[in-house]
C-alpha cells in the first residue's frame, strides 16, 4: 500500500470561493478610497466597469452591495442612459445605451452630482437667449 493513500483529498468547489477571487470587493475598496478623495479633495473618480473583467456572479454581487437611493434620473441622447444613485450618497451607477438598447458602457461615477446631469454652458446661454426672445414676442 502506498504512503499517499492516507492522505485525505478533499476537493472545494470553485463557486464556495467565486465571492473571495472576484472583482467585487477590489472594486468596492477603489469606491473607499474615491469617497475618501471626494470628501478630502472634492476629487471624481470614474470606475468604467466595461474595462474590468468580472467573473460569473461580479457585476450582480458589487451592484447589490451597493443598492439603490433615491434618485433616478434617465436621458435621451443618441441612447438612453440611466443615472442612478446607490445606497452610498456621492455613489452614482451609469448605464449608457445605444438607440438598440445594448449596453455601450456601465461606469460608477463617485462625485456629489454626475456631470452628465449639469447643464453645459453652451445650453444656459443659448436658454437666455431664447428666453429673451420668447418675452420679446
Not at 472594486?27 to 473583467?53: F, G, K, N, Y
Amino acid at each position: 500500500m502506498n504512503l499517499l493513500d492516507d492522505i485525505p483529498i478533499t476537493v472545494s468547489s470553485s463557486a464556495t470561493t467565486a465571492g473571495a477571487v472576484g472583482n467585487a470587493l477590489p472594486i468596492l475598496h477603489e469606491i473607499h478610497h474615491a469617497l475618501q478623495r471626494l470628501l478630502e479633495c472634492d476629487e471624481t473618480t470614474v470606475i468604467d466597469l466595461r474595462a474590468i473583467p468580472f467573473g460569473p456572479g461580479d457585476e450582480e454581487r458589487l451592484l447589490s452591495v451597493l443598492g439603490k437611493g433615491e434618485i433616478v434620473a434617465t436621458l435621451n441622447a443618441l441612447g438612453e442612459t440611466t443615472v442612478t444613485e446607490t445606497g452610498y450618497p456621492g455613489v452614482w451607477l451609469l448605464d449608457h445605451r445605444n438607440p438598440d438598447d445594448e449596453r455601450i458602457a456601465l461606469q460608477i461615477e463617485i462625485t456629489r452630482i454626475p456631470d452628465i446631469l449639469c447643464s453645459r454652458q453652451e445650453d444656459v446661454s443659448d436658454s437666455l437667449e431664447r428666453l429673451v426672445e420668447d418675452l420679446i414676442e
